[in-house]
């Protein structure tokens, strides 16, 4: 992997309700390096696993965080 290469990065929103416990929850993941910035349905759900929610889960915000190297998002 090219680490100078610059990605496309962004923040997934999503919101729901827990089947177990009837709770409402919203959640986001920081999620990027991608050569592309449309947003496919694998991508969606790729994102969803990754915050740890249901399929149910709705998708409330796509946050554009801009094109940058890894190490660029990464910094400290």
């Known amino acids: 992997m090219n680490t100078n290469q610059r990605l496309h990065w962004f923040c997934f929103s999503f919101m729901g309700q827990n089947e177990r416990t009837g709770d409402n929850y919203s959640t986001s993941v920081y999620s990027g ?42 910094e400290k």
């Open 33 to 74: 390096g991608y050569p592309s910035k449309n947003i496919t349905r694998k991508i969606i759900d790729e994102n969803k696993y990754h915050a740890e929610v249901p399929d149910s889960a709705a998708l409330i915000a796509v946050t554009y965080l801009g094109k940058m190297t890894r190490e660029e998002f990464l």
